[in-house]
């Protein structure tokens, strides 16, 4: 998969660090400028959680949908109390839309906790929530999904390029 890295989401004279800071807090913005990858981590996650909660049904099931791709179902009922095992058992992920009360009943929290488990399996797997994010206006006009935009843009260019 590749990205444009060329253009930054944040808009000009914002450093990541205060945009982090409106966002999420504190927390948030030790841990955009963290330079542990583990930190990093949490950031990318907590960004997605936050993404994940301001979307509309259709665009939850597409973000749960690139994330849930590369994990099979024991990695996936290791994860918020298996609720996305159930899912992955009812629609083999590829129909979560017609789920939608499901759905609702995913926390933002779950969401966090399934973007760590996503991290474990590989970069790639995240960096196909760039795709979903940029083709929703909606989605990409939100300060959350401009800052996981450029978190995304920069993990990717500090990544080695994956193998086929």
């Given at each position: ?52 909660e301001s979307a509309s049904p ?88 401009a800052l996981l935009m450029t ?14």
């Amino acid at each position: 998969m590749s990205l444009n890295t060329e253009p930054t989401l944040v808009p000009a004279g914002l450093p990541t660090a205060v945009l982090a800071r409106q966002i999420g807090g504190p927390e948030l913005a030790r841990a955009v400028t963290a330079e542990s990858p583990e930190e990093q981590g949490k950031a990318l996650s907590l960004l997605i959680g936050q993404v994940y909660e301001s979307a509309s049904p259709p665009l939850k099931a597409r973000l749960l949908q690139r994330m849930i791709a590369p994990l099979g179902v024991l990695a996936a009922v290791a994860v918020a109390h298996g609720v996305f095992a159930r899912l992955k058992l009812q629609t083999g992920w590829h129909d979560l839309q017609s789920l939608a009360p499901e759905l609702q009943k995913i926390s933002a929290d779950d969401v966090v906790a399934l973007a760590d488990r996503v991290q474990l399996v590989g970069t790639d797997a995240l960096l196909r929530l760039a795709d979903v994010i940029g083709k929703s206006p909606v989605l990409a006009s939100s300060a959350a999904a401009a800052l996981l935009m450029t978190l995304l843009i920069r993990k990717a260019q500090n990544s080695p390029p994956a193998e086929d």
